[in-house]
């Protein structure tokens, strides 16, 4: 089936480290979109990114199509960084539905 | 940027009952979707709809569970009658359609079935 796995499940930093988010996928994906999901429980869309290299602010996001992985780098994390991110994919169905991750849960410490 | 906007935001309802959730979608997006996420759990696909029907519901998407979207209206969700582990936060979603289409999310409605 199609199937996304983040990685790690979960991550405690010092603030002002970096974090690296891991994300595979099992076949093609038409969309990639990289959430955040506060400790409360509402969703925020950080940046979409099927292929290639995206930045936006201190986010940077890397996805290698062939090998079906993709990357969220958080550069000098805040304890504001603090939630649950997950990963979405559209597997070639044109906007038929997103397909979540597990998330990783980040914890940024003061 | 656009919104997606789901009322009431908490609901605590009882077993038995029926609920009605609502949504209304990013204005000039297409395809509207429905997700469910168990305190803790992972986010699941519960069903999306375009052009006034159905396409895919999981099995998740009880019989008890219909979608609907009458001309100007909300996208809602209805549960008739609820049972408790219908207890979850639903998330309202929607997009343009069409590869590499951004989905926007609501932010949720808080279901508590008693």
């Known amino acids: 089936g199609q199937q996304v796995q983040q990685s790690p499940a979960s991550l405690v930093l010092q603030e002002g480290e970096n974090a690296e988010l891991q994300c595979n996928f099992s076949?093609?994906?038409?969309?990639l979109q990289w959430f955040y999901q506060s400790p409360g429980g509402s969703l925020v869309s950080l940046l979409s990114?099927?292929?290639g290299t995206k930045h936006t602010g201190r986010l940077t996001s890397t996805t290698v199509t062939k090998e079906r992985r993709s990357s969220l780098h958080i550069s000098s994390s805040q304890t504001t960084d603090s939630g649950t991110y997950l990963c979405a994919i559209d597997f070639n169905n044109a906007g038929a539905k997103l397909t979540f991750g597990g998330g990783t849960r980040l914890t940024v410490r003061p | 940027g656009p919104k997606v906007l789901q009322i009431p935001s908490h609901q605590i309802i009882d077993m038995g009952q029926m609920v009605t959730l609502n949504c209304d979608p990013v204005?000039?997006?297409?395809?509207f979707y429905w997700y469910k996420q168990i305190l803790g759990q992972q986010m699941e696909f519960l069903v999306n709809f375009y052009n006034g029907k159905v396409m895919e519901k999981s099995k998740l998407f009880k019989d008890q569970f219909s979608v609907e979207r009458p001309d100007g209206s909300y996208f809602t969700l209805k549960i008739q009658p609820t049972a408790l582990e219908d207890s979850a936060v639903y998330f309202c979603?929607?997009?343009?359609?069409?590869?590499?289409?951004?989905?926007?999310f609501g932010s949720g409605t808080r279901l508590l079935v008693i």
């Open positions: 204005s000039n997006h297409l395809y």
């Open positions: 076949s093609t994906a038409t969309q």
């Open positions: 979603a929607s997009s343009p359609g069409g590869s590499n289409s951004d989905y926007t």
């Open positions: 990114n099927p292929s």
